[in-house]
């Protein structure tokens, strides 16, 4: 599947950027991270791409790294430990993409957050005044799998190409990519944040783009047979 070698021990963090602003200090963050004997970081900014799934598959070309961080400009990731669990996380090779948060099994709208057991946690400061931990179930064990997560921050082991083919904005992107690990037979999880979040998302808060229908469309007929939705 994967045509080149990556580095195992090799981490990049790939983000789409229109803010200069955000993306510093999205990358202040990533630079105070520790990371695992022996291992190296790479920071990939894509600017000016066409959709999130285009953006991706540029910052996916440009690295060899085994462990591929793809996470908005607004997305700051505080738990200094990240990498070291996330690889803890791929030791088992059945794990194909980590997120935050997500849900246990998709909806007949295949909108994550419209699913009936959602895990995960993250801490949303949307505005100066207002930050809300967003705190679902927490697995049982170490991490819980689930069918689809959000696209704030996900991290691979795989390469596999994002559907530039049909997602052309910026909608829908995540949960596209969770259904092409699963169909390659990897499994998409959320890991135990008990202790602390692992993230501060800094959105801001806005209605659904009226373009997000058409995408939400595009991946019903792309996806929709292959959905079991909890009643």
């Known amino acids: 599947m994967e045509a080149r070698q990556l580095d195992d021990h090799k981490v990049a963090f790939i983000t789409c950027v229109n803010s200069e602003d955000w993306y510093s200090e999205c990358r202040l963050y990533l630079e105070h991270l520790a990371l695992p004997e022996g291992f190296t970081a790479e920071y990939i900014p894509v600017r000016g791409a066409a959709s999130m799934c285009a953006g991706y598959n540029i910052g996916q070309r440009q690295s060899d790294a085994r462990y591929k961080v793809y996470l908005h400009q607004d997305t700051l990731i505080v738990n200094k430990n990240y990498v070291a669990d996330l690889v803890r996380l791929f030791a088992d090779p059945t794990i194909g993409l980590v997120g935050v948060i997500g849900c246990r099994c998709l909806p007949r709208s295949g909108v994550w957050w419209d699913g009936l057991r959602t895990y995960g946690r993250v801490l949303h400061a949307c505005e100066p005044e207002s930050v809300v931990d967003s705190h679902c179930q927490e697995p049982d064990g170490p991490y819980q799998e689930v069918e689809a997560v959000d696209g704030l921050i996900l991290a691979t082991q795989y390469d596999l190409p994002w559907?530039?083919?049909?997602?052309?904005g910026w909608h829908l992107y995540d949960t596209s990519m969770c259904k092409e690990m699963?169909?390659?037979?990897?499994?998409?999880?959320?890991p135990n944040q008990s202790e602390d979040f692992w993230c501060i998302h800094c959105p801001k808060e806005k209605p659904?783009?009226?373009e997000y229908k058409g995408y939400?469309?595009?991946?019903?007929?792309e996806y929709?047979?292959?959905l079991h939705p909890e009643v």
Do not use: I, N, P, S
């Not at 699963?182 to 959320?190: C, D, L, P």
């Not at 939400?216 to 007929?221: E, G, V, Y």
């Open 216 to 221: 939400q469309k595009a991946f019903l007929r």
């Open 182 to 190: 699963q169909r390659h037979g990897y499994r998409v999880v959320v």
């Open 163 to 168: 559907r530039e083919d049909l997602f052309t």
């Open 224 to 226: 929709g047979q292959e």
């Open 208 to 210: 659904l783009a009226k």
